[in-house]
């Protein structure tokens, strides 16, 4: 009786242990995502000498993404929008010998990207990944004074918008909780645009499959 009872404890912990590991890579699916990410954004030289208050133009800056993508089996495809968080400055402005009191001035970041992705299994349910793409990088500012790309600004209001295709690569762990739903952590490297020579992004993210 007592061998029986033990028998049938170990097919139960069997189909027990068997189901927890049911979960496994979601292949040959579309899916959408979002992501929250810390940017560190390196400005480029010429731009430091551009000073609000006594300081830099900030390059630390949050932001999310909004993604989707289709997964292979070992290969994913993935475009995005990322917003990052748009900044104020105001105060004195300072460039050089050029210096403009009561400034008001935004600054807006947004990046479009399109990234190729090769999955490593490491288990049934996480995966190490490997990036590869393009991002846009745009820079915008608005107000007084005008910002331009070499580190000079002029006196008036006005708008400028400076962009450029850069090169992206990362590394990246995806978890699948489910079949249909995945968490990941990543790092991403991109080359910058004219303000910022380059930004490091450092994120987490969901996303459903389907």
């Known amino acids: 009786m007592l061998n029986k009872k033990l028998g049938l404890a170990a097919v139960i912990l069997s189909l027990s242990v068997s189901s927890a590991f049911a979960t496994h890579a979601p292949k040959d699916k579309w899916y959408v995502g979002v992501d929250v990410q810390g940017n560190k954004m390196n400005l480029e030289s010429s731009m430091e000498r551009v000073q609000v208050n006594g300081s830099n133009l900030k390059n630390n800056l949050a932001g999310f993404s909004l993604l989707g993508g289709y997964r292979w089996d070992c290969l994913g495809a993935e475009v995005g929008a990322t917003y990052l968080t748009k900044k104020d ?49 745009t820079t915008k500012f608005s107000g007084s004074p005008i910002v331009n790309n070499n580190g000079t600004i002029t006196a008036g209001n006005g708008s400028e918008s400076y962009h450029k295709l850069g090169v992206r690569a990362g590394v990246g762990l995806q978890y699948y909780i489910s079949n249909c739903v995945s968490a990941n952590i990543s790092y991403k490297y991109q080359t910058g645009n004219k303000i910022y020579k380059n930004m490091n992004t450092y994120a987490l993210g969901v996303a459903y499959h389907f």
Request: glycine share 10%.
């Open 89 to 137: 400055y105001n105060g004195v402005v300072r460039s050089g010998s050029t210096i403009v009191n009561s400034a008001s001035l935004s600054q807006k970041n947004y990046n479009f990207y399109v990234d190729g992705a090769y999955y490593y299994p490491l288990l049934p349910q996480l995966d190490i990944k490997a990036i590869l793409g393009l991002g846009y990088l």
